[in-house]
């Protein structure tokens, strides 16, 4: 069965940094569809970045530009590098794994990531605070 086990989250003060990682059982990565969730409380679940390869990721129009998305296939580890954090950024990240590439691979502009994934993470808590 594979495992998805998170880890990195934290408490940081706005404009800081944290790199989150996510080590999947098995070599399970190859050929996957990746990605990093966030749910804020009372808030839905928001894609915030997807992974094909390096040359094909995809972001959230509120974290573009400040967050990174990637992965290391040598350990079968995801990764989502956050920088300049800020209050809004505070929630329960989550990984997900789908194997299987399809075009809603993708983090769209007001439609978000609509891909469905079978294997998820238990979630690591980021909270940024002024």
């Known amino acids: 069965q594979v495992q998805l086990v998170e880890s990195g989250g934290g408490s940081v003060q706005a404009g800081g940094s944290l790199r989150l990682s996510c080590a999947a059982s098995?070599?399970?990565?190859?050929?996957?569809?990746t990605a990093w969730f966030r749910q804020a409380p009372g808030k839905e679940l928001e894609g915030v970045a997807a992974?094909?390869?390096?040359?094909?990721?995809s972001y959230a129009d509120a974290v573009k530009g400040r967050f990174t998305i990637s992965q290391d296939s040598a350990t079968n580890t995801l990764y989502l590098q956050m920088n300049s954090l800020k209050l809004e950024d505070t929630a329960m990240y989550y990984c997900?794994?789908?194997?299987?590439?399809?075009?809603?691979?993708?983090?769209?502009?007001?439609?978000?990531?609509?891909?469905?994934?079978?294997?998820w993470g238990q979630g690591t808590q980021v909270t940024v605070y002024s």
């Open positions: 997900a794994a789908e194997d299987g590439f399809t075009p809603r691979c993708r983090v769209v502009a007001g439609r978000g990531l609509e891909q469905d994934f079978a294997y």
């Open positions: 098995g070599s399970m990565y190859s050929n996957y569809c």
């Open positions: 992974f094909i390869s390096d040359v094909n990721t």
